[in-house]
């Protein structure tokens, strides 16, 4: 069993920052895509940025040039580093991946982290 567990979410006033981290632990596995959705109060979840296990990386346009993701593939752990906040990024935050298990048969399966709530307001 794969399971990604994630942290680093918290209150911080307009204009600040945060890092969250989320890592993979298990056996037998490789990630593939790992990435960041997030989920405000009444909407549904969406996608804030992505990174493939080569280095592509892809935004939402409302985060760009504010919010950074990268990953640690020896760690199995991927972060994003959140600057500039502003009150609408306030939301639920989940770590998703992508990934390959091969202990028995190969599968290919998303799995999701726990969700970590980041509060942005002064």
């Known amino acids: 069993q794969v399971q990604l567990v994630e942290s680093g979410g918290g209150l911080v006033q307009p204009g600040g920052s945060l890092r969250l981290s989320c890592t993979a632990s298990?056996?037998?596995?490789?990630?593939?895509?790992m990435g960041w959705y997030r989920q405000a109060p009444g909407t549904q979840r969406t996608l804030v940025a992505t990174?493939?296990?080569?280095?592509?990386?892809n935004y939402v346009d409302s985060v760009k040039g504010r919010f950074t993701i990268s990953r640690d593939n020896a760690k199995n752990t991927v972060y994003l580093q959140m600057n500039s906040l502003k009150p609408e990024d306030t939301a639920v935050y989940y770590c998703?991946?992508?990934?390959?298990?091969?202990?028995?048969?190969?599968?290919?399966?998303?799995?999701w982290g726990q969700g970590t709530l980041v509060t942005v307001s002064a």
């Open positions: 998703n991946a992508g990934i390959v298990t091969y202990d028995v048969s190969y599968r290919y399966l998303d799995i």
């Open positions: 298990g056996s037998s596995f490789s990630i593939n895509v």
């Open positions: 990174m493939s296990s080569g280095g592509s990386t």
